[in-house]
């Protein structure tokens, strides 16, 4: 399984580093709960507002600089606030999302949260003119804490309102599957990371038939 790790990047020092392997940010966001299907328990790889900042900086969502703002701008409060909106917002991304890969529909609860979140995000957007046409962005504001909570739930809605959920696949090891679009020549792709969760596998099975 790839997990992240710490280098001197992003918001703030040993900013952690996340393996984007989904395709998309709805996705990448389901994967920061690390293991959710191990028998010991999961790992949250969002275990901070400033790990938060990092995520949407490292998926492109926003820039450097308006992340060492917001990190600098944030009360307390907000920040926690906005944090747990965040994973309420990936659990129901992620419940909806694996009912999706295995053709089950998903509760209406979750559909709710997300719409919920939808809302919230789009009565932010504003009109720029950008060129030669309007463009709707949300304001990059370091006053706007909830900015990454905005910004995921559109992405995330846009994900699942796309044709990119039919190429919606799973990683192949049983605790792991962390999702990703399957972009591969005959849409064969089985694992998360080929070097990782590939190889783990495969090593698991030789010793098995090998019984060593």
Not at 107 to 116: K, W
Request: glycine share 8%; aromatic share 6%.
């Amino acid at each position: 399984m790839a997990n992240s790790s710490n280098k001197n990047i992003g918001p703030g020092r040993n900013a952690r580093v996340f393996e984007l392997i989904g395709g998309h940010a709805a996705l990448d966001l389901v994967n920061t709960l690390d293991w959710r299907f191990r028998e010991t328990g999961s790992e949250e790889l969002l275990g901070s507002y400033s790990d938060l900042l990092g995520f949407v900086e490292q998926a492109g969502l926003i820039s450097e600089s308006v992340a060492r703002r917001l990190l600098r701008g944030v009360p307390e409060g907000k920040a926690d606030r906005t944090l747990a909106a965040v994973r309420e917002l990936r659990e129901a991304a992620a419940h909806i999302l694996y009912a999706a890969v295995n053709s089950e529909n998903p509760q209406g609860a979750s559909i709710r949260q997300l719409e919920d979140c939808f809302k919230e995000a789009t009565g932010r957007l504003q009109l720029r003119w950008a060129g030669s046409k309007l463009v709707q962005e949300l304001p990059q504001s370091p006053a706007l804490p909830e900015l990454p909570l905005w910004l995921l739930s559109l992405r995330t809605a846009e994900f699942m309102t796309s044709d990119l959920i039919h190429q919606l696949r799973e990683c192949g090891n049983a605790e792991c599957r962390w999702l990703f679009v399957d972009t591969s020549k005959n849409h064969t792709r089985r694992w998360c990371d080929m070097k990782i969760c590939g190889n783990r596998m495969k090593a698991r099975r030789f010793k098995a038939q090998h019984g060593r």
